[in-house]
């Protein structure tokens, strides 16, 4: 509604929406994109020289005008941005001040030092409209009746924020709502659901499991007592298999719905058909080998997995150049049998979360995807990985329902999948998890997810992780 009020911005906004809208009812063709996305690489490189500090010394020597395609061997003319820059460049990184946000929002500092990530209306503008027309193709699923529940991490998070505005641009109704919050707590957010009732949500995954044992212990049912059709699950790894078994303990579709970071907020979004797409109208992709930083080949199937790296294309309060996210992705082509003209991403964790178990590297969301193929009905779970004489052990951890209600573990199938897979055996064990597994969001997925009791030096996330457990459980 902002835009009612300045002209220039209702314009932009229309443009914005337009532009979202042909794209994705595939009316561009690769020409097109091509031609915006160069356009609006040079239009960013051009505009942090000019009001960015830090870019101002960082891209001192590139010219945004010699930029005449977006192949690798010209993007590697520009020098990355990382983390250990944003976190000591700090304030300097930002193109704008902080008095021409909207917003002010910040990354959690649970591992390091905070960074700010402010937001102005050229930013939520091209953010919430992508947003809004890849989900779109989902809540038409369900109807015109929908009250979503969002269940967003901290007052400091873009999460509320973004789905609230994207659910109004859709026509639903919304209720805000963080379990973990004072004046919410579990037992009034679950009443807030079943009463409303909602329709959808908006979570992490594991705040969607510990919904659902917080349910249980009230006596109700996630499926009898609620009317959930939909979770949008966001905020942490989570692998298919762990999806499909959320779908199952709610009756629910569940989507991985979004992958984002507070610093270079929206890199993918749902379509109808459950894939994860990325925005090209908002982002240049790239995918690097981690240890190289050479531009990695798509593979026979067209497939390139390694660091994502993306550049912003709008021009806002914070847009990041050739920013290395530190994320392990599997980039795939686009398809026409996709709901989305753009291509797919897979997340498989943070690039240093690789693990070698048994000899062999695994990625989280390769491992969390193997162990969770079969088991359905399980309300948490956790990896524990050991070293006996010498040789790699795993236990998965599961927690399940009262009377294992709807509960499907057969041991002896995933054993033969792990020993496969990795060469090691797996043992089970069953029974409560506590709140660890409640902080992938606030940590890191490896920190909430897996004990490693191999490492001999002290694991600072999962000391982390651990310390908000505690403190949420007080």
């Given at each position: 509604?902002?835009?009612?009020?300045?002209?220039e911005l209702?314009?932009?906004?229309?443009?914005?929406?337009?532009?979202?809208?042909?794209?994705?009812?595939?009316?561009?063709?690769?020409?097109?994109l091509?031609g915006?996305?160069?356009?609006?690489?040079?239009?960013?490189?051009?505009?942090?020289?000019?009001k960015?500090?830090?870019y101002?010394?960082?891209l001192?020597s590139?010219d945004?005008e010699?930029?005449?395609?977006?192949?690798?061997?010209?993007l590697?003319?520009v020098?990355f941005?990382?983390k250990?820059?944003?976190?000591?460049?700090?304030?300097?990184v930002?193109?704008?001040?902080?008095?021409?946000a909207?917003?002010?929002?910040?990354t959690?500092?649970?591992?390091g030092?905070?960074?700010?990530?402010?937001?102005?209306?050229?930013?939520?503008?091209?953010?919430?409209?992508a947003l809004?027309?890849?989900?779109?193709?989902?809540?038409?699923?369900?109807?015109?009746?929908?009250?979503?529940?969002?269940s967003?991490?901290t007052?400091?998070?873009?999460?509320?924020?973004?789905f609230?505005?994207?659910c109004?641009?859709?026509g639903?109704?919304?209720?805000?709502?963080?379990?973990h919050?004072?004046?919410v707590?579990?037992?009034?957010?679950?009443?807030?659901?079943r009463?409303?009732?909602?329709?959808?949500?908006?979570?992490?995954?594991?705040?969607?499991?510990?919904l659902?044992?917080?349910?249980?212990?009230?006596?109700?049912?996630?499926?009898r007592d609620f009317?959930?059709?939909?979770?949008?699950?966001?905020?942490?790894?989570?692998?298919?298999s762990?999806?499909?078994?959320?779908?199952?303990?709610?009756?629910?579709?569940?989507?991985?719905?979004?992958?984002?970071?507070?610093e270079?907020s929206?890199?993918?979004?749902?379509?109808?058909d459950?894939?994860?797409?990325?925005a090209?109208?908002?982002?240049?992709?790239?995918?690097?080998?981690?240890?190289?930083?050479a531009?990695?080949?798509?593979?026979?199937?067209?497939?390139?997995t390694?660091?994502?790296?993306?550049?912003?294309?709008?021009?806002?309060?914070?847009?990041?150049v050739r920013?290395?996210?530190?994320d392990?992705?599997?980039?795939?082509?686009q398809?026409?049998?996709?709901?989305l003209?753009?291509?797919?991403?897979e997340?498989?964790?943070?690039t240093?979360?690789?693990?070698?178990?048994?000899?062999?590297?695994?990625?989280?969301?390769?491992?969390?995807?193997?162990?969770?193929?079969?088991?359905?009905?399980y309300?948490?779970?956790?990896?524990?990985?050991?070293a006996?004489?010498?040789r790699?052990?795993?236990?998965?951890?599961?927690?399940?329902?009262?009377?294992?209600?709807?509960?499907?573990?057969?041991?002896t199938?995933?054993?033969?999948?792990?020993?496969?897979r990795?060469?090691?055996?797996v043992?089970?064990?069953?029974?409560?998890?506590?709140?660890?597994?409640?902080?992938?969001a606030?940590v890191?997925?490896?920190?909430?997810?897996?004990?490693d009791?191999?490492?001999?030096?002290?694991?600072?996330?999962r000391a982390?992780?651990?310390a908000?457990?505690?403190g949420?459980?007080?």
């Open positions: 509604m902002f835009t009612v009020f300045n002209e209702a314009k932009t906004a229309r443009e914005i929406r337009d532009r979202h809208q042909e794209f994705a009812a595939g009316t561009w063709d690769d020409a097109t091509t915006h996305q160069l356009q609006e690489f040079r239009r960013t490189l051009a505009y942090v020289k000019d960015s500090p830090f101002a010394k960082h001192a590139v945004p010699a930029i005449t395609s977006l192949d690798p061997e010209q590697a003319s020098p941005t990382t250990d820059d944003l976190r000591r460049e700090f304030e300097n930002l193109s704008l001040p902080l008095s021409k909207w917003i002010f929002y910040e959690t500092g649970t591992t030092r905070s960074t700010p990530c402010p937001r102005d209306n050229i930013d939520s503008l091209h953010n919430n409209t809004t027309v890849y989900y779109d193709t989902i809540f038409r699923q369900f109807g015109d009746e929908q009250v979503i529940g969002v967003g991490p007052e400091l998070h873009a999460f509320s924020d973004t609230g505005d994207v109004r641009n859709l639903h109704a919304v209720a805000k709502m963080w379990p919050s004072p004046m707590g579990y037992d009034r957010a679950l009443e807030t659901l009463v409303l009732p909602a329709t959808g949500l908006f979570s992490t995954p594991g705040m969607a499991l510990s659902a044992k917080k349910v249980y212990a009230a006596g109700l049912h996630p499926q009317k959930l059709d939909v979770l949008m699950c966001t905020g942490e790894l989570a692998s298919p762990l999806l499909e078994n959320i779908g199952q303990v709610w009756g629910a579709k569940v989507y991985n719905a979004l992958y984002a970071s507070q270079a929206v890199m993918g979004a749902a379509g109808a459950g894939a994860l797409y990325t090209p109208l908002l982002n240049v992709y790239e995918v690097i080998d981690p240890e190289t930083a531009a990695v080949e798509p593979g026979p199937d067209g497939v390139r390694g660091e994502l790296v993306v550049t912003a294309l709008y021009q806002g309060s914070k847009p990041l920013y290395r996210t530190g392990l992705v599997r980039l795939g082509p398809s026409a049998d996709h709901t003209p753009a291509a797919t991403l997340v498989l964790g943070r240093r979360d690789i693990l070698v178990i048994g000899g062999h590297r695994i990625s989280g969301y390769d491992l969390e995807e193997l162990l969770l193929t079969h088991p359905r009905g309300l948490d779970y956790q990896i524990v990985i050991d006996v004489e010498g790699d052990e795993l236990t998965l951890r599961l927690e399940l329902p009262p009377e294992s209600e709807g509960v499907r573990i057969d041991e199938v995933i054993a033969e999948f792990v020993r496969e990795l060469e090691v055996p043992r089970f064990e069953y029974g409560a998890l506590g709140s660890v597994t409640t902080t992938g606030m890191s997925w490896k920190a909430a997810r897996v004990e009791r191999r490492q001999s030096a002290s694991d600072d996330e982390a992780a651990l908000v457990a505690n949420r459980a007080q």
